[in-house]
């Protein structure tokens, strides 16, 4: 195995990932060079192959690390909100902006991983890492729907394509927000109104005597 003389391995990779993260950025994953990765973490391709099964692989280890605090940040949200042992997190939207907070801060403190992610949403992986947020987002309007007792399906309001719909809904407009405001401050301005706006549209399809109570 090739190493670049009295270099620890692991700051090695660490170099390499450094380097590739700047490479997918500048030229995107297609048009990245591993032979340029290499010449700008200074090691041989024998030290990145040691490291990393190919450039699919080295892809995934950028990215990994953002797609992975991003879930949790979500997953943690959902989870808040049905372990609450009362309505108060349905009733306000503290939570609901607390969450969206934290992925628009750790977006703007990470805009250059974020952003090969956001650059490269019909890469497999990336494909699969939005899929699943769509599915944890479509699995948790299906349970506020039961803490509502709406069954689903039980009315032409709520189906699998509705909620399906919301789910993008709601992502969207946080790729949007993103797209468009050059600071975290401006996007989290922005994001009040958002949430405002998309809470309002699903509160205003609930039955209205579980709106009654919750006044």
Not at 54 to 71: C, G, M, N, T, W
Request: aromatic fraction near 12%.
């Amino acid at each position: 195995m090739s190493r670049k003389a009295g270099c620890i391995p692991e700051e090695t990779k660490t170099q390499l990932l450094k380097s590739a993260a700047e490479e997918f950025s500048a030229y995107g994953f297609q048009k990245s060079s591993l032979r340029r990765i290499c010449a700008k973490a200074n090691v041989t391709t024998g030290a990145l192959y040691f490291f990393f099964q190919d450039k699919e692989d080295l892809f995934s280890q950028v990215i990994s690390p953002a797609i992975d605090r991003i879930y949790k940040i979500i997953e943690t949200h959902y989870e808040k909100e049905v372990s609450s042992p009362d309505e108060s997190v349905i009733r306000g939207e503290d939570e609901d902006f607390r969450a969206c907070s934290e992925i628009l801060s750790f977006y703007y403190q990470n805009k250059m991983i974020c952003d090969i992610i956001l650059n490269h949403q019909d890469h497999p992986a990336i494909a699969a890492f939005f899929n699943h947020v769509i599915e944890l987002m479509d699995d948790q309007t299906i349970q506020l729907l039961k803490f509502t007792g709406i069954a689903m399906h039980s009315t032409q309001t709520f189906s699998d394509y509705t909620i399906h719909w919301f789910s993008h809904l709601q992502m969207d407009s946080i790729l949007n927000i993103i797209f468009h405001c050059s600071n975290e401050e401006q996007a989290k301005e922005n994001l009040k109104t958002m949430i405002r706006f998309l809470r309002g549209g699903f509160f205003a399809l609930l039955p209205d005597e579980f709106i009654s109570n919750l006044k």
